[in-house]
């Protein structure tokens, strides 16, 4: 009796101080108005008081303004279920991986089938095995059917549970240790298993990071399967990030907070603002698409990139069939060199390097030699029963050679001191990155020039063309047993200081690979 008695007795000065400020709020309201609005919110921020004084959440005192050690409990208990993934999960927000891996969670069997088909070492494997039409053709084929499996629902389901992990990643990396570090300032990081000592602090002090948390915590979607989830962070990091029994437990609580409001409730009342209200970002993440497009940029760079490599294996092959090496440098300024020049410029600069190059080299190096001997061998010591095959071979022989004086004045004009050299090297004087008309000028003289070079070369290529033609004839008339081309190869052979017939395959096979050479230099 005597107990009650004492509670009721120190119970009354509340119940007179709250009688006596509500007659005070009327009298005032009477005297000012019932619409002041600092009145409005002291007296909202007095309800909110009491609700929090009545939660059976003890976080916040308003005697005092004090955040207690149940809001220090609370954080703690969060930070000992996913503390231990924090370590693990420090850089996954930015893992491309970590976003791959949530795509190809989901692939079905023949979703994986479709996307084995075109791996870089897939690609690889087919460019070797076959032709290169056929290998491109079937990579696109199991592209498409790739990217055609995937309907509407998966792509929900993908984007969806990428989602839920960017949310989960932004609740564990928040800074637990921060904020508990306020209540007992000799808590150990990663310290979840020894009783911390929280002491009540100034609810100002933990006011921002409050919000900060609520946030995250408010755009946490908790009624949800969060397996998916784990499922791929565990094949992140091969091992479970977290206990998924203690995540479950967690999830109760935080829900049971999240309906009581008591953390924004606290916020109010240490930043004196009841009208505070959170905010939520509900945005969604969206990867399948993006993956999809950089799976499909990947297998065109790899497609390139190999059909870049088998191409210059199949150049080095030629050169050394053509030159007995891999290495030929013939050109003296239409060269890669100058490019360096030109390129910020005009952008591509001298385009057909590789065939000039070459071409230079088999009129100056071996045309001249095996092909004239041959050539006059034949035309001049031989009787054509066809007068215009003869004729055609010398032609094309003296024109090839007028073409190789030719190559070399264009290549010498590109000089400093050459016509075309200083006319270009005076229009790139005049330029400059801004002004775009005389950046014009410099790209129209490197054209014109590009475009004598193909010329060159086209016309090049034409000739030895023809002259590998007729070479290919009288290879196969020396073959039967009535020659029709010509009526003395028996004659032609004795002015001949080797067999007749390896100088014919010598220099036809000769020309047949040059003419691989060439046409694949010309192509971009």
Same mark, same amino acid.
């Given at each position: 009796m005597a107990e009650s008695t004492r509670k009721a007795t120190e119970s009354e000065p509340d119940s007179v101080a709250d009688a006596h400020d509500n007659i005070l709020e009327r009298l005032l309201s009477i005297v000012f108005g019932g619409n002041n609005p600092e009145r409005q919110r002291k007296r909202q921020l007095k309800q909110i008081g009491k609700d929090l004084g009545r939660s059976k959440y003890k976080f916040y005192r308003a005697r005092?303004?004090? +955040?207690?050690? #149940?809001? =220090? $409990?609370?954080?703690?208990?969060?930070? +000992?279920?996913? #503390?231990? =993934? $924090?370590?693990?999960?420090?850089?996954?927000?930015?893992?491309q991986g970590l976003r791959d891996l949530v795509v190809e969670h989901y692939f079905t069997t023949e979703q994986q089938r479709f996307r084995d088909a075109f791996t870089e070492a897939t690609i690889r494997e087919l460019a070797e095995k076959e032709e290169p039409k056929q290998a491109v053709a079937r990579i696109k084929s199991a592209m498409q059917q790739f990217y055609t499996s995937f309907d509407s629902q998966s792509v929900e389901r993908t984007n969806r549970t990428y989602t839920l992990l960017r949310q989960f990643l932004d609740f564990v990396l928040f800074d637990y240790y921060f904020v508990l570090r306020k209540f007992d300032a000799s808590i150990g990081e990663d310290s979840f298993d020894l009783q911390p000592k929280f002491e009540p602090i100034n609810a100002s002090y933990v006011s921002d990071d409050i919000k900060d948390f609520l946030e995250i915590f408010l755009s946490l979607e908790l009624d949800t399967a969060w397996d998916d989830v784990f499922d791929v962070l565990q094949q992140y990091r091969a091992v479970d990030v977290i206990d998924r029994k203690a995540w479950k437990k967690l999830v109760v609580m935080l829900v049971n907070v999240r309906k009581s409001d008591v953390l924004a409730q606290v916020v109010r009342m240490a930043d004196g603002d009841p009208y505070y209200e959170p905010t939520i970002t509900t945005g969604r993440h969206r990867i399948l698409e993006p993956y999809l497009e950089k799976l499909k940029i990947q297998a065109e760079a790899h497609l390139r990139q190999v059909s870049l490599e088998k191409r210059n294996r199949k150049i080095e092959r030629l050169c050394q069939e053509v030159f007995g090496k891999t290495a030929v440098s013939r050109a003296k300024f239409y060269t890669d060199k100058a490019n360096v020049t030109l390129g910020p410029r005009v952008g591509t600069g001298f385009v057909y390097l590789d065939a000039f190059n070459y071409l230079k080299a088999f009129l100056i190096d071996y045309f001249k030699k095996d092909v004239r001997e041959l050539q006059d061998l034949l035309v001049i010591r031989g009787k054509w029963t066809e007068p215009l095959a003869s004729q055609q071979l010398s032609d094309c022989f003296h024109s090839l050679m007028e073409l190789s004086t030719k190559l070399v004045q264009f290549d010498d004009s590109l000089s400093d001191e050459g016509e075309?050299?200083?006319?270009?090297?005076?229009a790139i004087g005049r330029s400059s990155e801004r002004d775009k008309a005389s950046q014009k000028v410099v790209a129209t003289i490197v054209d014109e020039i590009n475009a004598h070079a193909k010329r060159l070369i086209n016309e090049s290529g034409q000739h030895l063309i023809s002259i590998g033609k007729i070479l290919k004839l009288a290879i196969d008339d020396r073959k039967k047993k009535k020659p029709e081309l010509l009526m003395n190869w028996k004659e032609v052979e004795t002015y001949s200081e080797a067999s007749i017939d390896e100088r014919l395959t010598s220099v036809y096979r000769t020309v047949y690979f040059f003419m691989q050479l060439?046409?694949?230099?010309?192509k971009p």
């Open positions: 005092g303004d004090l +955040a207690m050690p #149940g809001l =220090a $409990r609370f954080f703690f208990d969060i930070y +000992a279920v996913i #503390g231990p =993934a $924090r370590s693990l999960l420090q850089n996954a927000r930015d893992s075309l050299g200083m006319k270009l090297k005076k060439l046409q694949l230099s010309m």
